[in-house]
């Protein structure tokens, strides 16, 4: 098994952002086009958060069967401020997966902002890391 492999080797690199100016319904569109359940939130260069698909379904109201014109009128009236997750751990990309892998089955979080120097990297998932393991076996 190869060890203190550092996070940088399985994150995904200069992911999928957005800005604090975008409304709750992009985000719910870059979700459902891109096929990706996390994006990290920034401020110019800053990380500022973390939106999760499950934080914009836990507010809709309506099932897919049901008229979807409530939680598009929700979706357009909330700021993703309102939304997103703001109190983050993170890791460096130098960190080991290990880091990673104990921030993550503590079972606050599905995916981490991956930060070197301060500034956003990347993201490392659950995903990420189970699919890293399987390789070792």
Same mark, same amino acid.
């Given at each position: 098994?190869?060890?203190?492999?550092? %996070? *940088?080797?399985?994150?995904? =690199?200069?992911? #999928?952002?957005? !800005?604090?100016?975008?409304?709750?319904?992009? /985000?719910?569109?870059?979700?459902?086009?891109?096929?990706?359940?996390?994006?990290?939130? %920034? *401020?110019?260069?800053?990380? =500022?958060?973390? #939106?999760?698909? !499950?934080?914009?379904?836990?507010?809709?109201? /309506?099932?897919?069967?049901?008229?979807?014109?409530?939680?598009?009128?929700?979706?357009?009236?909330?700021?993703?401020?309102?939304?997103?997750?703001?109190?983050?751990?993170?890791?460096?990309?130098?960190?080991?997966?290990?880091?990673?892998?104990?921030?993550?089955?503590?079972?606050?979080?599905?995916?981490?902002?991956?930060?070197?120097?301060?500034?956003?990297?990347?993201?490392?998932?659950?995903?990420?890391?189970?699919?890293?393991?399987?390789?070792?076996?």
């Amino acid at each position: 098994m190869k060890k203190r492999e550092h %996070v *940088s080797t399985i994150m995904t =690199i200069n992911p #999928i952002t957005v !800005n604090i100016t975008n409304n709750v319904k992009e /985000v719910a569109n870059i979700f459902a086009e891109k096929n990706i359940h996390h994006i990290p939130v %920034v *401020s110019g260069n800053d990380l =500022i958060g973390m #939106i999760s698909k !499950n934080d914009i379904e836990r507010i809709s109201f /309506v099932s897919e069967s049901q008229d979807s014109k409530v939680n598009t009128q929700i979706y357009e009236g909330l700021k993703i401020e309102q939304v997103m997750t703001k109190q983050l751990d993170t890791v460096d990309t130098k960190d080991e997966i290990r880091d990673a892998a104990k921030l993550l089955s503590s079972g606050k979080y599905h995916a981490l902002p991956v930060l070197e120097d301060g500034h956003l990297k990347g993201i490392v998932t659950s995903t990420d890391v189970i699919n890293y393991l399987l390789e070792q076996y």
